[in-house]
């Protein structure tokens, strides 16, 4: 069974960083298209970022918002997709999913960020 | 960038009825749309890609239809569990990005 588990939200300041991880099992992780998606408080899912299997390239895109602000990387030796967070904001506050495949397939259960001013 | 309009913002229903939520995108996507549902707390689940699959192991109860600018999803006979808030979704391929709908909140009548 394929399975998503996030950690590493948590409080941080206003300017902040913060580091995401998304470990994987159950799926060949390495041939996965991997991506992050919010929900802020009260609002509805935002695509984040993805990052693309080293076989199709390894290569990342961002959204407008967070582009030049966050990273994505990988780690296919233990299974682990990262997203590292900086100068953050506070409509960065968001529960942060990560989620497997071109179209979201299978998602994790979520991390809550909390960016306080 | 594409937009996706869903309506209605919320649909009151009782089980057994039939829901029938719509998703219009402001210029054409092809096919490339999806449907996820949403209950708080949990993750979202994928229910529709490529605008009418079924994903793997959803009721055969969940429907997608639709091309170009106009999705459909369609849940014929509502049972309890399917109360939740639900997404549509596109893909684009240039300039690489995905946009989710606003969602549409399914309620207990």
């Known amino acids: 069974e394929e399975q998503l588990v996030e950690s590493g939200g948590g409080l941080v300041k206003l300017g902040g960083s913060l580091r995401l991880s998304c470990a994987g099992s159950?799926?060949?992780?390495?041939?996965?298209?991997m991506s992050w998606v919010r929900q802020a408080p009260g609002k509805g899912l935002e695509w984040v970022g993805r990052i693309k299997s080293k076989p199709d390239g390894g290569t990342t895109d961002y959204a407008a918002p967070v582009k030049g602000r966050f990273t994505i990387s990988r780690d296919d030796s233990k299974a682990t997709v990262f997203l590292q967070m900086n100068s953050l904001k506070t409509e960065d506050t968001a529960v942060y999913y990560c989620?497997?495949?071109?179209?979201?397939?299978?998602w994790g259960p979520g991390t809550l960020v909390t960016v306080s001013s | 960038e594409i937009v996706l309009t869903q309506s209605p913002a919320t649909l009151s229903l009782s089980p057994g009825e039939r829901a029938t939520l719509s998703c219009r995108a402001s210029?054409?996507?092809?096919?490339?749309l999806a449907w996820y549902q949403h209950k708080p707390g949990q993750a979202p689940r994928l229910l529709i890609y490529?605008?009418?699959n079924r994903a793997t192991g959803i009721p055969a109860r969940f429907s997608g239809s639709g091309s170009g600018t106009d999705f459909t999803l369609t849940i014929s006979s509502l049972e309890p569990e399917d109360f939740a808030i639900y997404y549509c979704q596109q893909r684009s391929d240039w300039p690489p990005m995905y946009t989710f709908g606003q969602g549409t909140k399914l309620e207990i009548k």
């Open positions: 159950g799926f060949i992780f390495s041939n996965a298209w």
């Open positions: 210029r054409s996507v092809n096919s490339y």
């Open positions: 989620a497997t495949g071109i179209g979201f397939d299978n």
């Open positions: 490529d605008a009418s």
